[in-house]
């Protein structure tokens, strides 16, 4: 969507500051320590005075958290990658789209269904040892690599 589209989610080109107090922005997701190096070198041109925050999770705890949002989501039908509501980030409109607000409209029993389906408990440990091989999974959990990009340029 580009630079400007970015710029104008912060709303910082209708807000004046004062003189006295300069304003401060920002956002958070774990998504960001894993930009490729290209976008990591791009955020630099653009802000070299950037300051970021990097809060680790314990590894273990994020990879269980992140299977079971997967073993939830799959239970529903939703692919990786695709959000409750069926938004993807290539999507440019979910009105026609059949994942739209799946969790939402579901009922008491589908609920309690749907928990049941998606329980640790109802997947073989396979199953996890398969997720936890997944490529995704590895990548995200190697802070040291995707930290050393960032710090190529910060």
Known sequence: K???????????????????????????TPCYVVLPESTIAELYKCFPNLKIIFVARDLVERAWSAMIMELRDQTMGLSAGEFANGVTGNDKSNNNNSNANKRTKLSAAQQRRLEQQSSPSSQPDSYFMDRLRNTTHDSRSNYAKHLSNWYKHF
């Open 2 to 28: 580009g630079f400007e589209w970015y710029i104008r989610q912060f709303g910082y080109h209708t807000q004046k500051a004062s003189s006295t107090a300069a304003l401060h922005y920002g956002e958070i």
